[in-house]
């Protein structure tokens, strides 16, 4: 096994600032945990309403139409079930969108200095 020295410079510099390692990682997991409740909170609520097992879906005049809520609680229209299917962009939009977020605000920590030692 070759010697890096570069590694444990790293090592020695994470160690010296071990508490603040510890502080960006739990803001960096407090903030991933809060984007992933948000972003998959709704698609999750829309695919559950218009599942054939739910209620709301059942109400649709002929078979093999789905209900599709719409802006008003009340407000919903039929559409033939094979219209209303999963796609593949309905993991990585939310995916993304989750990862600009967290990316985003670990940005503004960062301009902001959270947790920089100097003193200014």
Same mark, same amino acid.
């Given at each position: %096994?070759p010697?890096?020295?570069?590694?444990?410079?790293?090592?020695?510099? %994470?160690?010296?600032?071990?508490? @603040?390692?510890i502080?960006? #990682?739990t803001?960096?997991?407090?903030?991933? =945990? %809060?984007?992933?409740v948000? =972003?998959?909170?709704?698609? %999750?609520?829309?695919?559950?309403?218009? $599942?054939?097992s739910? #209620?709301? $879906?059942? $109400?649709?005049?002929?078979?093999g139409? !789905?209900?599709?809520? @719409?802006?008003?609680?009340?407000?919903?229209?039929?559409?033939? =079930?094979?219209? !209303?299917?999963?796609?593949?962009?309905?993991?990585? !939009?939310?995916?993304v969108?989750? =990862?600009? !977020?967290v990316g985003?605000?670990a940005?503004?920590?960062?301009? @902001?200095?959270?947790?920089?030692?100097?003193?200014?």
């Amino acid at each position: %096994m070759p010697h890096l020295p570069f590694f444990h410079s790293i090592l020695r510099a %994470m160690a010296s600032r071990w508490p @603040l390692v510890i502080y960006a #990682a739990t803001w960096t997991l407090l903030l991933t =945990a %809060m984007v992933a409740v948000a =972003a998959f909170s709704p698609e %999750m609520a829309f695919v559950t309403a218009i $599942s054939p097992s739910s #209620a709301f $879906s059942k $109400s649709c005049a002929g078979a093999g139409f !789905v209900r599709i809520p @719409l802006e008003y609680p009340r407000e919903a229209m039929c559409f033939p =079930a094979h219209m !209303v299917r999963r796609s593949g962009l309905d993991f990585f !939009v939310p995916t993304v969108f989750a =990862a600009l !977020v967290v990316g985003g605000s670990a940005l503004l920590v960062r301009s @902001l200095a959270f947790g920089d030692g100097g003193g200014g």
